[in-house]
């Protein structure tokens, strides 16, 4: 018997900026804030700071959430 191999995992998300429209990706976790508001990030690339939305018709295991 060998040893097996251990993993750990990650989510990748891939944004799209609401104003310049140039996109990134954040490795991580994103959790809702506890105040019940909805999270934002800043664009990298321009500064732009909104809230975030999942894409309408995205996808994830094959079901729409
Ligand atoms: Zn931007």
């Known amino acids: 018997m060998g040893w097996k ?3 750990t995992w990650e ?3 891939h944004f799209i900026c ?3 429209k ?3 990706s954040y490795a991580g ?3 809702k804030r506890e105040d019940g508001k909805d999270q934002s ?3 990298p690339h ?3 700071k909104a809230s975030i939305k999942m894409k309408e018709g995205f996808k994830h295991n ?3 959430s």
Do not use: A, D, P, S
Request: hydrophobic content about 35%.
């Open 5 to 7: 191999h251990e993993y």
């Open 41 to 43: 990030m800043i664009c």
């Open 22 to 24: 140039n996109w990134w």
């Open 18 to 20: 609401g104003e310049c």
């Open 62 to 64: 094959g079901k729409e």
């Open 46 to 48: 321009c500064g732009y």
């Open 29 to 31: 976790i994103i959790e």
């Open 11 to 13: 989510t990748l998300f």
